[in-house]
């Protein structure tokens, strides 16, 4: 697990192959104060975003086992309108400590619900997906890696690998394979 003072690995993290993450960040949303936060939908924009992210996770050949989601709204609609693209979407799971969730919470869902499983796929919040982000990627194209640095947009995608199991993840570890957004279409 991720230490979130330190930024090292937990006491007593366990391995076991190289894993493969795909973070999304929700796709954009009604302002703020419409309605409550958790119940806010997505907006136009979003709505014609969210399925572009579908598109580009099956061009570009990247699969999940299992999709973990934020029960609130935008990330449920963001991953109802992703899976309408994918030829063979995998089972979702909505967790509820993954609304607007710090890192460290984050980890700790993906090792709850990780197992064995090769590849997940997250739906949630910012600023918890771009920070998670950030920490994790320690290595890969310079321009991704300064691209991600500099902000996750919504309906972005970073598609991290990383060595050991979900328990054993580690700030630095991870190497950004790719990161995309609809704005690079």
């Given at each position: 697990?991720?230490?979130?003072?330190?930024?090292q690995?937990?006491?007593?993290?366990?391995?076991?192959?190289?894993?493969r993450?795909?973070?999304?960040?929700?796709?954009?949303?009604?302002?703020?104060?419409?309605?409550?936060?958790?119940?806010?939908?997505?907006?136009?924009?979003?709505?014609a975003?969210?399925?572009?992210?579908?598109?580009?996770?099956a061009?570009?050949?990247?699969?999940?086992?299992?999709?973990l989601?934020?029960?609130?709204?935008?990330?449920?609609?963001?991953?109802?309108?992703?899976q309408?693209?994918?030829?063979?979407?995998?089972?979702?799971?909505?967790?509820?400590?993954?609304?607007d969730?710090?890192?460290?919470t984050?980890?700790?869902?993906?090792?709850?619900?990780?197992?064995?499983?090769?590849?997940?796929?997250?739906?949630?919040?910012?600023?918890?997906?771009?920070?998670?982000?950030?920490?994790?990627?320690?290595?890969g194209?310079?321009?991704?890696?300064?691209?991600?640095r500099?902000?996750?947009p919504?309906?972005g995608?970073?598609?991290?690998?990383?060595?050991?199991?979900w328990?054993?993840?580690?700030?630095?570890?991870g190497?950004?394979?790719?990161?995309?957004?609809?704005?690079?279409?």
């Open positions: 697990m991720l230490d979130a003072k330190a930024g690995p937990a006491a007593g993290a366990a391995g076991g192959g190289t894993r993450l795909l973070i999304v960040r929700h796709a954009k949303a009604v302002p703020k104060g419409e309605t409550e936060d958790f119940d806010r939908a997505l907006s136009d924009c979003g709505r975003d969210a399925p572009e992210t579908g598109r580009w996770l061009d570009s050949g990247y699969t999940a086992e299992l999709a989601c934020s029960p609130s709204r935008r990330p449920r609609q963001t991953w109802q309108l992703i309408g693209a994918l030829a063979a979407p995998p089972p979702a799971l909505y967790d509820d400590r993954l609304y969730a710090a890192p460290t984050l980890v700790g869902v993906l090792a709850a619900h990780g197992g064995t499983l090769g590849s997940v796929l997250l739906v949630g919040h910012n600023t918890g997906l771009h920070e998670l982000a950030v920490a994790l990627c320690g290595h194209p310079p321009d991704l890696m300064e691209r991600l500099a902000r996750f919504t309906s995608v970073a598609v991290v690998d990383f060595p050991g199991g328990d054993a993840i580690a700030a630095g570890d190497t950004l394979k790719a990161f995309w957004s609809p704005a690079d279409r």
